[in-house]
């Protein structure tokens, strides 16, 4: 059922952004930004997302840097629910889809403890997006039947964790880009040659895109000679080699 205000209390939207290119923003998620009283959005928002929206509207930065929130989760979701409470339609923008290591699903079960209605609007996520941008097929009938997904950031899930190597034929890390020598060596530790193909890749499907590829072995050096910088998704498979034919993006 489709979230309803009233008189008293609003409704947050939590809308996915999509991997940066604002084209590849859905027409919901375009339409509930135009109509939004306020807007909280992240680092991965794309400013010419940002512009849709009205004037008047309040657009309030809570995002991160390199492990560092500039608002803690605690305060955003008090803050959504506070906004909502006051009557206002109010869109939580997320790079990517809210559902992927978004912490959408935090903020959802938190509005639903204050009996605050919500919404949410899936996104493309960089999982598919920039991979696409990036010409690397998750999957091919030549060199993988399936893809994993996993955070390349220990203190996401826990900061006693290791690293999750899945058992896939792709592998995808999201938020790993600070930690690729520890993501390298649990790959090794995990059975991977160094020779196995590898592909960083920062802000993936706009006019910045930066793109490094290698092996295990090599690919320090060629994330440090393209300057890939957070965010950036690393792709670990066989796939990696089909980039040199099928690329088709800058």
Same mark, same amino acid.
């Given at each position: 059922?489709?979230?309803?205000?009233?008189?008293? #209390?609003?409704?947050?939207?939590? &809308?996915?952004?999509?991997?940066?290119?604002?084209?590849?923003?859905?027409?919901?998620?375009?339409?509930?930004?135009?109509?939004?009283?306020?807007? $909280?959005?992240?680092? $991965?928002?794309?400013?010419?997302?940002?512009?849709?929206?009205?004037?008047?509207?309040?657009?309030?930065? &809570?995002?991160?840097?390199?492990?560092?929130?500039?608002?803690?989760?605690?305060?955003?979701?008090?803050? $959504? &629910?506070?906004?909502?409470?006051?009557?206002?339609?109010?869109?939580?923008?997320?790079?990517?889809?809210?559902?992927?290591?978004?912490?959408?699903?935090?903020?959802?079960? @938190?509005?639903?403890?204050?009996?605050?209605?919500?919404?949410?609007?899936?996104?493309?996520?960089? *999982?598919?997006?920039? #991979?696409?941008?990036?010409?690397?097929?998750?999957?091919?009938?030549? @060199?993988?039947?399936?893809?994993?997904?996993?955070?390349?950031?220990?203190?996401?899930?826990?900061? #006693?964790?290791? $690293?999750?190597?899945?058992?896939?034929?792709?592998?995808? @890390?999201?938020?790993?880009?600070?930690?690729?020598?520890?993501?390298?060596?649990?790959?090794?530790?995990?059975? @991977?040659?160094?020779?196995?193909?590898?592909?960083?890749?920062?802000?993936?499907? #706009?006019?910045?895109?930066?793109?490094?590829?290698?092996?295990?072995?090599?690919?320090?050096?060629?994330?440090?000679?393209?300057? *890939?910088?957070?965010?950036?998704?690393?792709?670990?498979?066989?796939?990696?080699?089909?980039?040199?034919?099928?690329?088709?993006?800058?």
């Amino acid at each position: 059922m489709v979230a309803k205000s009233s008189k008293k #209390t609003g409704v947050v939207y939590l &809308v996915g952004a999509g991997p940066g290119d604002p084209e590849l923003l859905t027409v919901k998620g375009q339409r509930l930004i135009k109509e939004a009283d306020v807007i $909280l959005f992240d680092k $991965l928002a794309n400013d010419e997302i940002l512009m849709l929206a009205k004037k008047k509207t309040e657009k309030l930065y &809570v995002g991160k840097k390199a492990g560092f929130h500039i608002v803690p989760q605690s305060e955003i979701n008090r803050k $959504l &629910v506070e906004l909502a409470k006051a009557g206002k339609k109010v869109v939580r923008l997320k790079g990517g889809d809210p559902f992927v290591l978004g912490r959408g699903g935090e903020e959802c079960e @938190y509005l639903k403890k204050h009996d605050v209605p919500f919404e949410i609007i899936p996104g493309i996520s960089s *999982i598919l997006g920039v #991979t696409a941008y990036a010409g690397i097929p998750l999957t091919h009938r030549d @060199y993988a039947d399936n893809f994993a997904v996993a955070t390349g950031h220990q203190s996401v899930i826990n900061e #006693t964790k290791k $690293l999750s190597v899945p058992k896939a034929d792709t592998l995808v @890390y999201l938020m790993g880009v600070t930690n690729l020598p520890n993501i390298l060596e649990a790959l090794q530790a995990a059975g @991977y040659k160094d020779t196995m193909p590898i592909a960083l890749i920062e802000r993936g499907t #706009t006019k910045h895109q930066k793109v490094a590829t290698g092996t295990i072995k090599n690919i320090q050096s060629k994330v440090k000679k393209e300057g *890939i910088e957070p965010p950036a998704l690393i792709i670990v498979g066989n796939v990696v080699k089909l980039r040199k034919k099928i690329n088709w993006f800058i």
